[in-house]
């Protein structure tokens, strides 16, 4: 399969565009890789920092080392110009609801967020928690990056994935009703809880930032929902924009793009993002509340926009007019350049495989910028 990474920068800073389309997602997840790849995952699975460091310490690191030479010849295969690198989170929590996962490559279980309760939800609990130090996250992340590192295929560059954002990580580890009653009843807490969070972030950014097969950071940052954010734009610019800004600052100063992946409808703060953040791409799109078509036309000359084909039509749509339709949003986005395509939010275990690939498909062939 022809790799070039250089393909897919291209579109990231703006610049003339490609030969062709690339192709960008968040992650796909790993039933997909194993149906698609034919192989099992064993390792990769569940994996925390603390099997990582078990594995690697041990001397066991065989059976990662092959899940990764799976997970890389799956995105290979499939013409990906990179390999996206999700790394395991520092932040346990136990405010999780496991539930039967009924996705058509169902996993077994799914795990949920309790939205009532938190793993922290005091200062009490905030004190005692077991927080990651800088060291702690070096060795493992470094590890998984040089395991990749030495099978990535010619072409190609890695693109790690932090274990969360900023918002995400305060709203996992508190519960979203005990987080929003901090929010005004003790702002000393909430501002010690987003910048506990936010200097581990911002490390892993720069740690990642300063490997050279690295080609861009992805931050997934979930900030909104369809009708709009999940707190205030006050509330953002407060505790959360200034550590997203670092988090970029951190990746461009080593040259490095930085992708920002978050669902919602995020239209008053898009100038936030852009103007003050300064992201270069923004990934997760919705049809039926904020399509990718419409993002392009309001924003596609600063930054860039990647994936935007609608999950639900991944899922469900009837094959052929799923492709006219995957045509319509070509040729909405690819003129003038500054587009990836790929699945609106992630390629999820429960959309259908054939429209998945047909999607790439019409990507390799059909997918030109002079429209």
Not at 236 to 253: G, M, Q
Not at 286 to 312: C, F, H, N, Q
Request: with cysteine; proline share 6%.
């Amino acid at each position: 399969m022809d790799t070039c990474f250089d393909r897919l920068l291209s579109v990231l800073l703006l610049e003339d565009p490609p030969d062709r389309i690339p192709f960008y997602d968040l992650f796909a997840d790993l039933e997909v890789v194993e149906a698609l790849a034919g192989c099992r995952l064993f390792e990769v699975k569940d994996l925390t920092i603390g099997r990582v460091k078990r594995i690697v310490g041990g001397g066991c690191g065989d059976g990662l080392r092959s899940d990764y030479k799976v997970i890389v010849r799956f995105y290979h295969m499939l013409g990906y110009d990179y390999i996206p690198l999700t790394l395991p989170s520092p932040f346990p929590r136990f405010n999780v609801k496991p539930c039967r996962d009924t996705a058509a490559l169902s996993r077994g279980l799914r795990v949920w967020q309790d939205e009532s309760r938190g793993t922290i939800e005091s200062r009490e609990d905030f004190e005692r928690y077991d927080w990651p130090s800088e060291s702690g996250v070096q060795d493992p992340y470094l590890e998984l990056y040089r395991i990749v590192e030495k099978i990535l295929p010619e072409g190609m560059m890695i693109i790690p994935l932090t274990p969360g954002g900023v918002l995400e990580n305060v709203m996992w580890l508190m519960g979203t009703i005990p987080f929003s009653k901090m929010l005004y009843t003790d702002r000393t807490l909430a501002r010690d809880m987003f910048d506990r969070i936010g200097r581990i972030l911002s490390f892993i950014c720069r740690l990642m930032s300063e490997q050279p097969m690295i080609g861009a950071i992805s931050m997934g940052d979930d900030m909104g929902y369809k009708s709009g954010l999940m707190i205030s734009p006050a509330h953002l610019r407060r505790y959360v924009f200034p550590w997203h800004k670092r988090c970029v600052d951190e990746a461009h100063r080593f040259g490095k793009p930085f992708i920002l992946h978050s669902c919602g409808r995020l239209d008053v703060i898009m100038e936030d993002l852009i103007g003050y953040v300064g992201i270069d791409a923004k990934h997760s799109y919705e049809d039926s509340s904020y399509p990718i078509t419409s993002y392009k036309r309001l924003y596609g000359d600063r930054i860039a926009v990647l994936g935007g084909i609608d999950m639900d039509k991944l899922s469900r749509m009837p094959l052929e007019d799923f492709k006219a339709y995957v045509k319509s949003v070509i040729d909405v986005c690819a003129p003038g350049g500054g587009y990836a395509i790929g699945c609106g939010n992630t390629v999820a275990n429960y959309i259908k495989i054939e429209n998945y690939l047909a999607m790439l498909e019409i990507g390799r062939r059909y997918g030109r910028y002079n429209r």
